[in-house]
């Protein structure tokens, strides 16, 4: 069975600030997909990013940037100089390779306050 | 390209009733899901169908049924509503591995 953990349930930093979501999942597929996806307070769900298994290069896009690390089966999320339109619920999610079930993890909610 | 619709975007519902959540896509996609959202547990994989006339059952299925007649469009029909089935429900269709969700439904049975 897959299984997604985001351990932090709600995160509140003040504008430009680092802020780092974190991401572990559990799988017994050598090959998978993970994903993160923002649901910004009007509630529709926003895909950002997708990795598969056999890549762990890092990925940088403009203030956001993911580390991906099979070793300890984690997939954070960083955001660089956070801002107030970053509020937002984070998820992170993992499919196997045919992308036919999704697992999602709990949520994180980010809150960047002015 | 709409994308991903779902109607309606709220409903109330008594226990009992029964009602059917629409969901439509333009973009040919094969796949598409249903998914339901509750607090503090995230979205979780109700039904999915792969094409036209596969079903196929998700994480939480009882209480619900689908049917994919036609490629684009996917129901969702609750026969008979619980106030357990209260949650917010969100479509999702793909043609890859990306899903790409619809603005979703907010339902309440009261």
């Known amino acids: 069975a897959q299984k997604v953990t985001q351990a932090q349930t709600e995160i509140s930093v003040v504008e430009k600030e680092d802020v780092t979501l974190d991401c572990v999942y559990e799988?017994?597929?050598?090959?998978?997909?993970l994903f993160w996806y923002k649901q910004p307070p009007s509630g529709e769900l926003v895909f950002l990013i997708r990795?598969?298994?056999?890549?762990?290069q890092n990925e940088i896009s403009g203030r956001y940037s993911w580390n991906f690390q099979k070793s300890t089966s984690s997939f954070n999320f960083t955001i660089t100089a956070s801002q107030v339109v970053d509020s937002a619920v984070y998820f992170c999610?993992?499919?196997?390779?045919?992308?036919?079930?999704?697992?999602f993890g709990e949520g994180t909610q980010l809150t960047v306050n002015p | 390209n709409a994308g991903v619709t779902q109607t309606p975007k709220f409903q109330v519902l008594k226990t009992g009733q029964s009602m059917t959540l629409q969901c439509a896509q333009d973009?040919?996609?094969?796949?598409m899901s249903w998914y339901r959202q509750d607090p503090g547990m995230g979205l979780r994989l109700i039904h999915y169908?792969?094409?036209?006339?596969?079903?196929d059952q998700g994480e939480v299925p009882n209480g619900y049924n689908v049917s994919r007649s036609t490629t684009e469009d996917f129901p969702l029909r609750l026969l008979s509503a619980a106030p357990s089935q209260t949650s917010v429900y969100f479509c999702?269709?793909?043609?890859?591995?990306?899903?790409?969700f619809g603005p979703g439904t907010r339902l309440t049975v009261l």
């Open positions: 799988t017994r597929d050598t090959t998978y997909y």
């Open positions: 169908s792969v094409g036209a006339g596969i079903t």
């Open positions: 999610a993992l499919t196997e390779t045919s992308g036919s079930r999704l697992t």
């Open positions: 990795r598969n298994s056999f890549d762990e």
């Open positions: 999702a269709s793909s043609y890859g591995i990306v899903q790409f």
């Open positions: 973009m040919n996609h094969e796949y």
